[in-house]
Nanobody, 120 residues
Framework: VQLQAYGGGSVQPGGSLRLSCAAS????????MAWYREAPGKERELVAM???????NYAESVKGRFTISRDNAKNTMYLQMNSLKPEDAAVYFC???????????????WGKGTQVTVSS
């Protein structure tokens, strides 16, 4: 099983980006999916999460600006980021709890990060 995150880039403050995270491999079910970010000198923090039934939760700092969603048929998660601020700049990582065939419990998988830069 692999997670591949993409869609990062460089934008000016107030701009938008859409991140995607696709899971591939032998997958029975994907439970919770989430985006984390890690800025230089800071700990990795949870940005947003979404359950298999589309219950969502966001960090206070991104509420109203970011929207997490998923397409279960494509095993893909998205993060629409609007009104980006310089403090949103970080490496963004996707995380998913995935159940593989033959197992009942899921395991956490991480994708490689994608860089988001916000500067004028």
């Amino acid at each position: 099983v692999q997670l591949q995150a993409y869609g990062g880039g460089s934008v000016q403050p107030g701009g938008s980006l859409r991140l995607s995270c696709a899971a591939s491999g032998s997958i029975s079910r994907i439970n919770i999916m989430a985006w984390y970010r890690e800025a230089p000198g800071k700990e990795r923090e949870l940005v947003a999460m979404i359950t298999s039934r589309n219950y969502t939760n966001y960090a206070e700092s991104v509420k109203g600006r970011f929207t997490i969603s998923r397409d279960n048929a494509k095993n893909t998660m998205y993060l629409q980021m609007n009104s980006l601020k310089p403090e949103d700049a970080a490496v963004y990582f996707c995380n998913a709890n995935i159940v593989v065939p033959g197992y009942f419990a899921g395991m956490d998988y991480w994708g490689k990060g994608t860089q988001v830069t916000v500067s004028s």
